[in-house]
């Protein structure tokens, strides 16, 4: 069985899918730290990150490993986890995750691994899963989404809100909700709200 949590950012994808993955015993997995392991790698190398053929053969060690508790990044044995979320990488990530051979790259990942799983991002529903059973797609005001992520960011709230709102404008392409699947405002939810209503849908 395939559950696929859509959203836009910041929008609770990544916590709301750990708890419904943890509540379920399965993995999940979060697609969007994988754009983000291209950046970070693209960055390092000083590479063109609109250029896919600069990017694609830094890519050769790069694995996702899909744990309940929470995701990780390696690339060969370096676990570049801890520097995937950082202000630098939110602001190449769209224009990476805007290359379809990078798209292709991302989606034969996740294809390969085994169900069941939750997966996480903003196609799970709609391209990488089409198929899967059951599918939400979470959304949030931007100041909202802004307010939560000042807690784990150094930047002020406004900042925060203004950056989310543009990766959201670069994102939009590949962030349509599935037609199939249900919307879930988290705005007035606590996080266990969300959490309990997926797993009420899902029962
Ligand atoms: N009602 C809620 N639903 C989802 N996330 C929430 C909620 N309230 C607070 N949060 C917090 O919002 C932050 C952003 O969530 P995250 O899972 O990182 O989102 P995404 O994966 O969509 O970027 C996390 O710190 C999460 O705990
Ligand atoms: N399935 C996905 C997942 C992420 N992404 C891209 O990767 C970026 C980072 O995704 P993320 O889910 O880690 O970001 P947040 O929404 O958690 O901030 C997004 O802004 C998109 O550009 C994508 O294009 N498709």
Redesign the pocket.
């Given at each position: 069985m395939i559950v696929t949590i859509d959203?836009?950012?910041?929008?609770?994808?990544?916590?709301?899918?750990?708890g419904v993955a943890q509540a379920l015993g399965v993995p999940y997995v979060?697609s969007?730290l994988l754009y983000r392991a291209v950046t970070l790698l693209g960055l390092g190398a000083g590479a063109n990150l609109a250029d896919p053929a600069a990017l694609l053969p830094l890519l050769s060690g790069v694995r996702l490993e899909p744990l309940a508790s929470g995701n990780r990044v390696w690339n060969a044995d370096h676990d570049l986890t801890a520097d995937l979320h950082s202000t630098r990488v939110d602001t190449g990530v769209s224009v990476v995750a805007a290359l379809p051979e990078i798209r292709e790259w991302v989606d034969a990942q996740l294809r390969a691994l085994p169900a069941p799983l939750v997966a996480?991002g903003r196609d799970m529903g709609t391209n990488v899963f089409p198929h899967a059973p059951h599918k939400f797609y979470?959304t949030?005001s931007p100041h909202?989404?802004a307010e939560?992520?000042a807690?784990?960011r150094p930047e002020d709230i406004p900042a925060i809100e203004a950056a989310l709102t543009e990766r959201d404008r670069l994102d939009t392409t590949q962030s349509a909700p599935a037609p199939d699947a249900r919307v879930i405002d988290?705005?007035?939810?606590?996080?266990?709200?969300?959490?309990d209503t997926i797993l009420n849908d899902l029962r």
């Open positions: 959203g836009v950012a910041a929008s609770g994808k990544s916590s709301v899918s750990s979060s969007g996480e979470l949030a909202v989404r939560r992520r807690r784990e988290t705005g007035p939810l606590t996080l266990k709200g969300v959490i």
